[in-house]
Every structure is written in C-alpha cells, then in structure tokens.
C-alpha cells in the first residue's frame, strides 16, 4: 500500500503544475528566437540566485536537524547541489558574453530567492519540503527544454550547458529524502497541507514573475 506521503508529493505537484503557455521566455528559447541578451540576463540573474537559495537550503537544513533529520538531510542535499550548480553556471555565462559587473539585477526575477529566505526564516521544514519540491518540476522541465535549444540553436558547448542538464536531470536521491521528509512529518502530525499547499503557490507565482521579468529583455 502506498503511503500517504507519496500520493501527497505526487497530488501536490499536479495541483501546483503552471501553466505549459504561460512561460513567456522559455518557448522563445526552445524556438531559438530569443535574443542572447536574454540568455545572458538569465545567466545573470541565476548568478544572484543561486548563491541566496544555496543559503537558505543550508539555513533551513540546520533549523531542523535536532528535531526534523529527514527534512535536513533533504535541504543539505539541496545546498550541496545548488554548489554544484553554481560552479556549472560559470561556464554558460562566459558562452553568453554576461557581464556581471555592470549588471543590475531585475527586481521581478530576485522576488523568487527572497521568497525561498523568507521560507527558510519562518516555514516549518515539513511544509517546505513540499512546497519546493512541487515547485521543482516545473523548473526541471525549463531547464531540460533549455538544454536541448542551447545545442541545437545557439550552437553552445555541453560544457555551457551543464548548468541546465544538471536541474534537468532526475535526482531519485532527492525524490527519495523528499519524501522521507513527508513521511515523518505526516507519521508525526507535523506536516500542514494547508500551509505547504501555499507555500507551494507562492513559489510558483514568483518563479512567473523571473520569466516575466526576464520577457522584458526580448524587446532589447
């Protein structure tokens, strides 16, 4: 019998899903009719959230370690990967010609990682959980038609596209410890479906606002 924790996971991210044709930047990318500006404000824009993510995984890993080890190992994974990620994103901004130094940040792509922090001060790690690994999805599938259009269009290298492959890739490590930290938290009576459900929504309406922000820069 499959446990609730599962069903949980797999409803939650279906309820969450966004809307295939509501990515203004994505289907352009794919299409190969987006700008290089935009590829290089995505590089851009990344550089500034990865790193945030990176540490609020890691804040959130350590708030519950002592009374929640299943959800902190699901958020040191995810710092640990976010690292890797970062390393990776080097390689794709040089292969856009993205220019950090100048660069100002939109303020519509930053709401995102200010959520995420805002998660990592004030959610219960359970709920999440939940919330980020029903977000999740939807990135991955960005990230995988990406990496597909960065080759066939724009002519980049693996070694620019790693980025992408990486959140692209299946993680069942992490399917598994996400769904550990369900498990115990909804054996506890710990987990809020209500709450995460929320959480979960919000996510999603702030990674619209990155892509609508990053729209502006097809304009350009």
């Known amino acids: 019998m499959t446990h609730p924790a599962r069903d949980l996971l797999r409803t939650t991210t279906a309820a969450l899903a966004p809307d295939p044709e509501a990515n ?3 289907p352009r990318i794919a299409a190969g009719t987006a700008p290089r500006a935009t590829l290089a404000a995505l590089a851009l824009e990344q ?3 990865i790193p945030a993510d990176r540490r609020a995984f890691e804040h959130l890993a350590v708030r519950s370690e002592a009374t929640d080890p299943e959800a902190a190992a699901f958020f040191t994974t995810l710092a640990q990967g976010e690292a890797l990620a970062g390393e990776r994103l080097v390689a794709f901004a040089r292969a856009c010609g993205a220019e950090e130094a100048s660069y100002e940040p939109l303020p519509g792509a930053q709401a995102y990682p200010a959520y995420v922090a805002w998660l990592a001060l004030n959610a219960a790690p359970a709920n999440a959980v939940l919330a980020l690994t029903a977000n999740f ?3 991955g ?3 995988a038609a990406i990496a597909t259009a960065l080759r066939e269009h724009y ?3 693996d070694e620019a596209c790693a980025f992408f492959d990486f959140f692209a890739e299946p993680s069942p490590d992490l399917d598994r410890l996400a769904e550990g930290a369900v498990r115990a938290a909804v054996d506890t009576g710990r987990l809020d479906e209500r709450r995460a459900r929320m959480y979960g929504r919000l996510l ?3 990674e619209a606002s990155f892509w609508s922000a990053l729209s502006g820069t097809m304009s350009h």
Do not use: I
């Open 24 to 26: 203004p930047v994505v």
């Open 137 to 139: 999805s939807a990135w």
């Open 204 to 206: 999603q309406h702030y």
């Open 155 to 157: 002519g980049l290298s």
């Open 141 to 143: 599938g960005y990230c």
């Open 47 to 49: 550089t500034w959230v």
